[in-house]
């Protein structure tokens, strides 16, 4: 029995034997495969480092800066846009308080990695998440030297490969120091300034090695984003981003409590000017090309300014140049008050391409990449918001010029318009609420056909509308955030296209120095209304320049347009002031270019207000502008759809609807001869008043007073 168990004992045995001796030969395959592994880690290191070995660095000794062409839409060059040279100081002429706030805020652990810093990263991360933004970045100073030396700015897998190759390169090569002045002297600071010494320059007038431990974090805070920092643009965020470089400066042990608390406070004082060292012509649409290849391109304006680049524009300079020539004559300007310039922007555009054409964005002294109000500005844009959020959307409703509309008292849910007149006339045509720019027929209509039909209308035109833009306000242009002469301009474009919206652009393409495209436009175009119901619009709009609001627009040319105003707001600042106006406008086209004018000042108060009438200076503008720019354009017609005739007379589209319509209750049906009567009376009071208001204009010094558009 015993005998049996051992016999089956090592029976067991030898087949655990058996067993044993079979992972040999999977050991053997393992370590072959690890091997395997092992090598071709091997040769990928021995690679990467070779391939890293060749990087060249050369260029951290002296960056070259080639200026970048401006071509206009012949392709001939129109400008060249060139920067400030870079003046290098030595690390020893840098303070040190300004070295200790670079680091502070760009690279916390500069002076322990080799590079390229992983845990810096992941602090980075939770650092913005904490705070909702980016208060620190994840690159080290090492990254960014080598991703604005040597690199575009694209986000990729490859790119950010080769940014940590060259920056381990850079650590190889340098000493943190020589890093860390090179970065420096180097680095972008907005304004068109390298460098640390010229950024001391251009912002507060001095050699760096004067700088004060305030303004040292102000320049600190730039290289993140120059233009969004810049105390020139807005000094708000400029503070802001100080402060947070100081706290970051405390938390670090850079400055003690005392010299934190007394750093806060210290105000800064900016260089009057600006850049002065950035050269170029047509400086406003400079500023605009610029911003376009940076947000909608995603280039740097170190590419932008010092890459050699070719950026080929819808520039025209007849247009511009005739542009720039109407705003050096203030006589088409109201006065303006002693202490703040009546301020102006204005766009033109090809509707049928989206090409802009000029751009004008200010009155006065030129700051680079300053406020811009031909696209920056945000305003209500008062009546000339009429035909895109009512008029327009009406005659796709099914509307006519000839359609009766509601004018008597309103209140739909507590809103209650009114007219400049305080005046109701019953009912009036479609036409002559367009023409006499009345704010009742509009609110109503809008109401009738639905204010979520307005809102998808303007929309598609490319005009964003706030949380806030959801009453029947937008009628009269009444918005949250307001609109630009940009935006404005793009979106009249529709009318003379035919119903078709060309998104705006003044960038057609991008080349490098060896002539390959690195950005080109594809605007699409955006089919917004029916081409009879766009001509329809041409025809109301032409009736206002004929015998509206508009009639200072007119040229011996085919105009359209609208006027608009804002009125200033119903506070105790501006009790008994009348009928003053925040805002002026005029947009309107010829069959060859549409154009939007803004007029205001930009701090609105009680003694800084528009007294002109309606859009009285804006049209006299549009008028210099277009007439001196198709001086030698041959007149022609507006486009026609196939399915109108070839009569002058403009059309609806059929029966308008709401031509059979009975009033509103309590409005009493008028027999046409009192109608006719009745609209001849008004006209004629209507010129008049305007005649006196014209006059009344003349004799005025500086502007206090009326308001003829009736917008509210």
């Known amino acids: 029995m015993m005998k049996t168990v051992a016999s089956g004992t090592r029976a067991s045995s030898g087949q655990a034997k058996k067993k044993r001796r079979q992972p040999p030969r999977l050991r053997t395959y393992w370590r072959l495969l690890l091997s395997v592994a092992l090598l071709a880690v091997i040769l990928s290191v021995a690679a990467i480092a070779l391939w890293i070995r060749s990087l060249d660095i050369g260029k951290l000794a002296d960056p070259p800066l080639a200026p970048t062409q401006l071509m206009d839409r012949n392709g001939k060059a129109a400008s060249e846009v060139s920067s400030s040279k870079i003046v290098p100081v030595k690390l020893e002429q840098i303070p040190l308080h300004l070295r200790q706030a670079i680091v502070a805020v760009e690279d916390r652990r500069y002076y322990e990695h080799s590079g390229v810093d992983g845990l810096g990263i992941a602090r980075a ?130 400055i003690t409590d005392a010299e934190y608390r007394g750093a806060v406070v210290e105000p800064i004082v900016v260089s009057d000017g600006g850049n002065e060292s950035l050269r170029g012509q047509y400086a406003y649409y400079l500023d605009q090309v610029i911003e376009e290849a940076i947000e909608r391109y995603g280039f740097t304006e170190r590419q932008l300014l010092g890459g050699g680049l070719r950026i080929f524009t819808e520039l025209d300079p007849t247009v511009q140049s005739s542009m720039e020539a109407a705003y050096g004559n203030d006589a088409l300007f109201p006065a303006s008050a002693p202490d703040q310039l009546m301020q102006s922007g204005a766009v033109i555009l090809d509707p049928y391409t989206g090409g802009v054409r000029g751009i004008v964005g200010g009155r006065g002294k030129h700051v680079y990449r300053g406020f811009n109000h031909a ?64 704010n009742i027929p509009a609110v109503w209509l809008l109401n009738e056909i639905g204010l979520q039909t307005g809102k998808v209308f303007v929309q598609k035109l490319g005009i964003p509308l706030a949380k806030g833009d959801d009453n029947l306000a937008l009628a009269l242009g009444g918005m949250e955030e307001g609109v630009s002469p940009l935006q404005m301009a793009q979106a009249y474009g529709m009318f003379p296209n035919l119903g078709v919206m060309m998104p705006a652009h003044t960038i057609v393409k991008i080349t490098a120095a060896d002539g390959r495209v690195l950005a080109e436009a594809k605007p699409e175009p955006v089919t917004v209304m029916s081409p009879t119901g766009a001509y329809a619009m041409t025809g109301l709009l032409q009736d206002v320049i004929r015998e509206g609001t508009g009639g200072n627009a007119a040229m011996s040319r085919p105009v359209a347009g609208k006027t608009g105003t804002t009125q200033l707001p119903a506070t105790k600042e501006f009790e008994g002031i009348g009928d003053g106006s925040k805002d002026a406008w005029f947009v309107g086209y010829t069959p060859e270019l549409v154009g939007a004018v803004w007029i205001g000042y930009d701090q609105t108060d009680r003694n800084h207000y528009l007294s002109t009438s309606g859009g009285y200076n804006p049209a006299l503008v549009f008028k210099e502008m277009m007439s001196t720019a198709l001086r030698d354009v041959p007149a022609v017609s507006f486009k026609q759809p196939p399915q109108v005739g070839k009569s002058d007379t403009i059309i609806a589209p059929g029966k308008g609807k709401g031509d059979d319509k009975k009033e509103p209750p309590g409005q009493a049906k008028k027999n046409n001869d009192k109608e006719e009567e009745k609209r001849k009376e008004e006209k004629k009071k209507e010129q008049e008043r305007e005649k006196k208001e014209k006059e009344k204009e003349k004799e005025k010094s500086k502007g206090r007073h009326n308001n003829d558009d009736g917008d509210d």
């Open 125 to 254: 991360l939770f650092r913005n998440l904490k705070q909702g933004g980016v208060a620190e970045g994840g690159s080290t100073i090492t990254q960014q030297l080598a991703k604005n030396m040597f690199l575009t700015h694209e986000q990729t897998l490859s790119r950010k490969l080769t940014e940590a190759a060259y920056a381990y390169k850079i650590e190889q090569t340098y000493d943190k120091d020589r890093i860390l002045e090179t970065y420096l002297n180097q680095i972008y600071f907005g304004e068109g300034q390298w460098g640390i010494q010229q950024a001391a320059k251009t912002y507060f007038g001095k050699d760096v090695e004067k700088l004060t431990l305030g303004e040292s974090a102000m320049l600190a805070a730039l290289p993140k984003a120059p233009s969004h920092y810049s105390p020139y643009k807005n000094m708000e965020k400029a503070l802001d981003r100080r402060n947070l470089v100081l706290g970051l400066m405390l938390e670090e042990g850079y």
């Open 375 to 438: 696209t920056d500005l945000k305003r209500q844009p008062g009546s000339s918001f009429k035909p895109l959020i009512v008029y327009a959307p009406a005659i796709e409703k099914g509307y006519g010029p000839t359609s009766r509309l509601y004018d008597g008292p309103l209140n739909i849910n507590g809103y209650k318009p009114t007219d400049w007149d305080k005046r109701t006339r019953g009912e009036v045509s479609l036409k002559e609420a367009v023409i006499r720019s009345w």
